[in-house]
């Protein structure tokens, strides 16, 4: 069965300060792998989103994401954190054996100023 | 060009009612998820549904929970006789395909948080 890991619950760092949030999944096929974000009282936007092709995906908002097959990885990146990254950020896996799409139970990122 | 549009915002319940949640996809789109979530729990997978038809609903408790998305309007689910432990938001997430066929990510409405007194 399909899962992820977000092996971090919560993660701090200072405004400016380059961020790494990880994301490990099991799935039996090529995964399709999602990065969202979600603001309080929100719903999730999507980030970016790996299908195919190039390993380092690029998304809105300043981050990316590098899909690592021999680590069953893909953590989300960026080079300097704004106040406003501050949210919940979530990991997704799909595929095409598929069609659920389960989600990590999320890293919530706080920002120091 | 209207979002996931889900209602109400906020729902609260007596134990023992019904609670009724309703979710209209993007336009064009056909496929409908339904996810609930809880406090540091993530977002559990409910329910999978095209027009008409239940695909998977393997996230879905077997008593009191339902799910349905008519030919015409929104998709609706429906928790009967609630409990406490119902209390959490629910949110819905439509797409244009079949995740599993190219990969479509899934567009999120602001979900419905329900409280069961």
């Known amino acids: 069965a399909q899962s992820v890991t977000q092996p971090d619950i919560h993660i701090t760092v200072s405004e400016g300060a380059s961020l790494e949030l990880r994301c490990n999944y099991s799935?039996?096929?090529?995964?399709?792998l999602f990065w969202y974000v979600q603001s309080p009282g929100q719903g999730l936007q999507l980030l970016l989103k790996?299908?195919?092709?190039?390993?380092l995906v690029q998304g809105i908002k300043g981050f990316e994401a590098e899909f690592k097959r021999s680590q069953s990885s893909f953590n989300l990146r960026k080079p300097s954190v704004h106040w406003s990254d501050a949210a919940e950020y979530f990991c997704a896996v799909g595929g095409n054996r598929d069609d659920k799409i389960i989600f990590g139970k999320g890293t919530r990122l706080h920002i120091l100023p | 060009n209207a979002g996931v549009m889900q209602n109400p915002r906020h729902l609260v319940r007596r134990r023992g009612q019904e609670a009724r949640l309703r979710c209209s996809p993007m336009k064009g789109h056909s496929h409908v998820y339904w996810y609930r979530q809880l406090p540091e729990e993530g977002l559990k997978f409910m329910v999978y549904l095209q027009k008409e038809n239940i695909i998977d609903e393997s996230g879905m408790p077997k008593e009191r929970f339902s799910a349905e998305f008519p030919k015409e309007g929104p998709s609706i689910l429906r928790i009967q006789q609630v409990v406490r432990g119902d209390s959490a938001a629910y949110f819905c997430?439509?797409?244009?395909?079949?995740?599993?066929?190219?990969?479509?990510?899934?567009?999120f409405g602001n979900g419905t948080r329900l409280t069961v007194t």
């Open positions: 997430a439509s797409s244009p395909t079949r995740p599993g066929t190219g990969g479509s990510p899934l567009h």
């Open positions: 790996y299908f195919s092709g190039d390993t």
């Open positions: 799935y039996g096929a090529t995964p399709y």
